[in-house]
């Protein structure tokens, strides 16, 4: 069974860079018909599609945040990471890793990380 586990940095200050870290078990990150996702969801809101890497790599993010995100990977420890710049208390979440199965959606995984919450305050 896949399962996956985020990190837990906590409490990220403004105008700092959140780091998360994913480790994949069960599976690997470079089979192919998987993507890895980060979504997460904040306090009355929906889940949010923050980017995705595909098994060879390639990464994919939304508009919205395509500036301030990055996604990389270490296919050694079968892990991928989000980085997200100059973070603001709107990006106070719960943030998910998840796997996603070729042309499905982000919210469309079929395995998820139970998640980190990530406040942003000074």
């Known amino acids: 069974q896949v399962q996956l586990q985020e990190s837990c940095p906590g409490l990220v200050k403004p105008s700092q860079t959140l780091s998360l870290t994913c480790t994949v078990s069960?599976?690997?990150?470079?089979?192919?018909?998987?993507?890895w996702s980060w979504i997460r969801q904040s306090p009355g809101k929906g889940l949010e599609w923050m980017g995705t890497?595909?098994?060879?790599?390639?990464?994919l993010y939304p508009p919205s945040h395509k500036s301030r995100t990055s996604i990389s990977r270490d296919t050694s420890k079968n892990q991928f990471t989000l980085q997200l710049n100059s973070v603001t208390p709107e990006d106070t979440a719960v943030y998910y890793c998840?796997?996603?199965?070729?042309?499905?959606?982000?919210?469309?995984?079929?395995?998820r990380g139970q998640g980190t919450p990530v406040t942003v305050s000074s």
């Open positions: 998840a796997r996603v199965p070729r042309n499905k959606q982000p919210h469309e995984y079929d395995y």
């Open positions: 069960g599976g690997s990150i470079t089979t192919d018909y998987y993507y």
């Open positions: 890497i595909s098994a060879s790599g390639r990464t």
